[in-house]
Each structure stands twice: as structure tokens, then as C-alpha cells.
């Protein structure tokens, strides 16, 4: 277990997100080896669609405007840092809190699998995902900050 807590700007970041998802941050930042911002909870359309034209994110039907997204940023000496061996930490925790509370997750690293069934390392999810996609002739999109909860149990 770790020291660490979500910040005041993490806990209003949280402000509108499902309840389910929000349980499942509160538990990986204790379970957690990385600490970690919330660096995104709910977003207005109109700050989707300027992420969408920056290239940071692919679709204006984003689970963050219904409040069922989150971008978890490693938080490193002070500063939130986009780096992938903390956020592969991040990942694991957030796997682990949403099996404990049987909660189904969706990972911006591997979107095409079932992140709680799965057992391997997220740097190999990744790894994994870039080669389906490459395989299937499709460039992969990989947001490893973003855990969602998927739309067939919460529409």
C-alpha cells in the first residue's frame, strides 16, 4: 500500500464522473507504486472537440463528456509527466482496484482487449495491441493515461 492520496485538483477533476470509476481511482492511488493526477474527468464538447483537432484524441463521442473517462497522469517530482514505465505502474493498480471491486475497465493501451482478464504486463498489452493493428492494416491509438468504463455495461 502506498502514501499516496488524490490531490484537491485530482478530487475536482473527479466532480460528475460515475461513481463505479471514481471508487476505482480511490483504490489504485492506495494500491499504487506511481503516484498520479487525475488530469481529466468530465469534459465539455467543446474541449473535446479542440483535443480532437490537436490530434490528442480520435472521437467527439468521448466517454469523457457522459463522465465515464478518466486520464490518470504520473505525478513525478512535482510534475505530471506523459512517461510510459510510470504509467504501465498506474495501469496495474487501476487493473487490480477495478478486479477487487469487479468493476469492468477499458485501457487506452490495449482498447481491444479485456484488460481485467488479462494477465500480462501492460508494457506487453501495448505491445500486443500496436501488433494487432499493424497486422490489420490500422495505425494504433494508444492513450495510456485513459481508462473508461465500457459502454455495454454503462451506456
Known sequence: MSDF??????????????????????????LTIQDFSVHDGIR????QQRLVSGGASQTLNSRHITG???DLVPYINGKLRWE???IYHIADAMRLAAQER????????AWDIDFLASTE?????????VARRRRAGQRAFIDGPHFELPRDRYP
Open 121 to 129: 504486463p501492460p508494457e506487453d498489452l501495448v505491445a500486443g495491441y
Open 5 to 30: 492520496t488524490l490531490g484537491t485538483r485530482s478530487r475536482a477533476e473527479l466532480k460528475g464522473v460515475h461513481p463505479d470509476l471514481v471508487a476505482i481511482v480511490q483504490r489504485a492511488i492506495v
Open 68 to 70: 465515464h473517462a478518466v
Open 84 to 86: 510510459w514505465p510510470p
Open 44 to 47: 465539455t464538447l467543446a474541449e
Open 102 to 109: 469487479d468493476t469492468p475497465l477499458r485501457w487506452g493501451g
